[in-house]
């Protein structure tokens, strides 16, 4: 029994792997051990943890023995396969896939939102999907006080939202256009350079929704315990390396105006308020990146509601941090001592 417990990241040669690595180190994360997991591709070379080289190793159904808490992120078809075997070789999983999400055994945490309901896990807790954690951090302030009745995300989402593959494929892409050569799209289906497109996840013909949009309005409902909270949502990677961006109107129950508001999410945990008017500064990705905290700024009524319920807003959160890694971190730094044992 440690105090110290034994951590694996699946997928730690990823985008959110990188992340994972560098969040534990500066939160001061404690580790006795870490395993670096990933593909077959990636077992045998290295990465760094605190000054150390720790060698990767290959995801097996071994690979959990005496691992206390395994940090998933290596897709949803790993995720179902590998972490009830973690679950089993005794080890609690913070999932950042899709997978286990809107199972109901499952709790699906934002530790400033619900951080009780990781008491009820049964060894997999999950990570929402990261467009929602962004529009879900300044939100719950406000639905906390004056419920929010209906709610339009518009995303404004970065390439790193899509993995490391898609980030390098946006500045490949990028350079070849500015080069005037071709280029042929590999990991992103469409276009990327200069150019914007629909969220790349499935789109359902009967609904016209795209997977992450889907995603989206049931997180919200289950995040929310709020199964009546309407929500309208549209997913759009744009050509932005980091850190996805939303515009958002809200109406709530009762009248709100702009300084309520402020004031709700002035202290409020993983929010920075940006929003200068005088100096047309609001929240820009660039300045998102490698933050903590949701930026969010342009607080203003939504003029197309005369009755003085709704607030427009616009918001920029690093995807990889707030939207994944830290997240999961957060979760698994409020995981009891006992789960550890
Ligand atoms: N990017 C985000 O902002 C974000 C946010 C929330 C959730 N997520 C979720 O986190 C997961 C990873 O995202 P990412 O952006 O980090 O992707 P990524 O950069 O493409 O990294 C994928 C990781 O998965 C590993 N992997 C792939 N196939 C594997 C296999 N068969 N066995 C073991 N490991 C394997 C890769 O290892 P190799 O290098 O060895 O191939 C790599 O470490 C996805 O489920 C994604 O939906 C991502």
Avoid at 47 to 55: A, I, M, N, Q, Y
Avoid at 282 to 308: T, Y
């Amino acid at each position: 029994m440690s105090n110290d417990p034994v951590v694996a990241i699946v997928g730690v040669t990823g985008a959110v792997g990188a992340e994972f690595i560098a969040t534990m180190d500066r939160r001061n994360f404690r580790v006795g051990r870490l395993k670096a997991l990933a593909s077959a591709r990636s077992a045998g070379k290295t990465v760094t943890f605190r000054g150390k080289e720790v060698v990767i190793e290959e995801l097996t159904e071994r690979a959990f023995d005496g691992v206390d808490i395994a940090l998933f992120s290596a897709g949803g078809s790993i995720s179902r396969k590998y972490a009830p075997v973690a679950v089993k070789a005794g080890a609690v999983v913070v999932d950042n896939s899709s997978a286990f999400r809107m199972d109901p055994n499952v709790p699906l945490v934002i530790p400033e939102i619900n951080a009780g309901r990781i008491r009820d896990h049964k060894g997999i807790i999950a990570n929402p999907n990261c467009a929602a954690i962004t529009a879900l951090v300044p939100l719950w302030p406000i639905h906390r006080e004056n419920r929010i009745k209906r709610v339009i995300i518009s995303t404004y989402q970065a390439a790193s939202g899509a993995g490391a593959a898609a980030m390098d494929e946006l500045v490949e892409s990028t350079r070849a256009s500015l080069e005037g050569r071709s280029f042929e799209p590999k990991v992103l289906p469409l276009p990327y350079a200069f150019n914007l497109f629909s969220h790349n996840t499935a789109i359902d013909p009967a609904t016209g929704y795209n997977d992450e949009e889907t995603k989206v309005i049931k997180e919200t409902r289950k995040i929310f315990e709020d199964e009546k909270i309407a929500v309208g949502v549209t997913c759009v990677r744009v050509p932005v390396l980091r850190a996805h961006s939303e515009a958002i109107t809200f109406e709530c129950e009762r009248p709100i105006g702009e300084d309520d508001v402020r004031r709700l999410l002035a202290n409020a945990p993983g929010v920075r308020i940006v929003d200068d008017r005088v100096k047309n500064y609001f929240p820009m990705p660039i300045d998102a990146s490698g933050q903590d905290d949701v930026l969010v700024g342009r607080i203003r009524r939504d003029l197309s509601d005369p009755s003085g319920h709704s607030i427009s807003m616009f918001v920029a959160a690093d995807q990889l941090l707030k939207g994944a890694a830290l997240n999961a971190i957060q979760i698994a730094e409020l995981l009891p001592q006992r789960a550890l044992a």
